[in-house]
């Protein structure tokens, strides 16, 4: 059954770093786009960031530039989010994704996204 599993939410003070993982099994591991959403309670999922291929290609949302770093292990089946500087707005749920059809265009949206995570908690103290 492919799977992806999120780890490493938590409390963690305004300031401070947190680095969340996601293990994929059963076949759900993408080298063409592996991703984080975040959303807040009553609002839509939103993009945070995307890593595709070697690796040597990602995108950042503008809100987590220079403070969020996305990288991955493919030998582990597993993508991380290095979450530096964090603020008060980035307390949320963190969701793991992974597409095997996202685009330069649509790799930012939840449509081409095959495979969520259950999600992990942020939360920030201020």
């Known amino acids: 059954q492919a799977q992806l599993v999120e780890s490493g939410g938590g409390l963690v003070q305004a300031g401070g770093s947190l680095t969340l993982s996601c293990v994929a099994s059963?076949?759900?591991?993408?080298?063409?786009?592996m991703s984080w959403f975040r959303q807040y309670p009553g609002k839509e999922r939103e993009f945070v960031a995307s890593?595709?291929?070697?690796?040597?290609?990602?995108y950042y949302a503008d809100s987590v530039k220079g403070r969020f770093t996305i990288s991955k292990d493919d030998s582990k089946y597993t993508v991380y989010l290095q979450m530096d500087s964090v603020k008060p707005e980035d307390a949320a749920v963190y969701y793991c994704?992974?597409?095997?059809?996202?685009?330069?265009?649509?790799?930012?949206?939840?449509?081409?996204?095959?495979?969520w995570g259950q999600g992990t908690q942020v939360t920030v103290s201020s």
């Open positions: 059963g076949g759900a591991f993408s080298r063409h786009a």
């Open positions: 994704a992974s597409s095997t059809r996202a685009t330069v265009v649509t790799i930012k949206s939840v449509a081409p996204y095959d495979y």
């Open positions: 890593i595709r291929w070697s690796g040597a290609t990602t």
